[in-house]
């Protein structure tokens, strides 16, 4: 079983790349979902099919989509939840349909994405799943939520059956009746932060889920797509693979055209150093929208080739931080082993290394983790391909 997760900042084609591989996964027998939470219903403009429900939906042999609806999914399982919460805000003196707006928390369509996926892992054997992720910053946090919900309700269930006796005796006092009494609410909390916890197990196994960054050839989401490889690592999600879309072609003899089609190239290079040692797919801009299923077809096979989308295409962190007592170490792979060769410098919450790339100087800023954050660089090591840098505590 895969499961293949696409990310990247908004528009730089992540839906078009996730229906792209899923036909192609399917095109080769794969039994494969596709599921997206974007509440703008995106995959049926891209698949160019009428209507793609909160069910699996058939879109050609093999394939179906399915766009998650967050509040049928809240009704379906966790209506007690809700209305508890609803009713403690409630008792607050908040406004009754307030309280249900502030209930709905934000990431809770990114959570209710991760528990279909559970689902469609748990009560279906498909051989792939891919998740078209929304455009958010925060939309990975969501991805590590599991392990953190599944820990805390591990220690919850240790607790259940104190906490319900607990419950039941303060219930006649608490004001609460039927579906909404707290024990009710823990029993369903429970249920899900088991099943949550089993998701987890699922997005940090290497040889199951990879994540992949969409970025264009444009320094904005390709820094956004920088970030978001950051943040995997700590996660420890693996990331196998980064695809550049929309990329103009070379040889336009207008000097608009061409311009364009220098810069872009330059972004491309760079990104190869940018993003070492993960592999690059380049994508074209097509001469019109990206859209339906022949075009999908011809994306994956552009973007592909002879590989099945589903291989693992590069497995380990890029990025890797070691507390060794004070001293936090960064390992990092970098495309170069001459030590003469770069430059270190930090600026705020970046590192920026700069290397001499077949382009001219290359600067590679690389984000820091909030650990970082009160310390300094010591030194650094190269050792073959791998730059070590030392962080200590200071200014
Ligand atoms: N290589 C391409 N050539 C031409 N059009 C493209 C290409 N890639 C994407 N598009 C078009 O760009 C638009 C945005 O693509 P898509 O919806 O896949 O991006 P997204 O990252 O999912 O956006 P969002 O962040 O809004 O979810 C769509 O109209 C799509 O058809
Ligand atoms: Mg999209």
Redesign the pocket.
Known sequence: MRIIIYT????????????STAVKLADNNQKTLIISS?P?H?LS??FMIEYIGNEPTKVIDSLYALQVDPIVEINKHFNSILSYIASTFFSKGVDETLSYEIAMLPGMTQLFSLLKIEESVRYDNYDSIVL?M??SGEALRYLYFPKLAGSIGRKLTEFTGVFSGFAKMFQPFSGLTGNSTPSNVLHDEIKLMTRLESLSKLIIDPNITTLRL?ANPDTFSIENAKRSLMSANLYGINVDLVII??IMPKGSNDKYFANWAEFQNNKVEEAKYNFYPLPIKE????E????GIEMLRE?ARLVFGVDDPSKIFYSGNVFEFIKEDSVLRMKLKVPFTDKDNFELERYGEHLTIKVKGPVGFIINVIPLPMVTIGMKIAKSKLVDDELNVFFEPGY
Do not use: H, Q, W
């Not at 990247?8 to 229906?19: A, D, I, P, Q």
């Not at 994508?283 to 097509?286: D, R, T, W």
């Open positions: 990247g900042k908004g528009g730089t084609g992540k839906t078009v790349n996730s229906c974007d703008a995106t403009d891209a078209d929304p455009a969409i879309n929309k994508a074209g801009l097509y019109k929208e990206l859209r994306n």
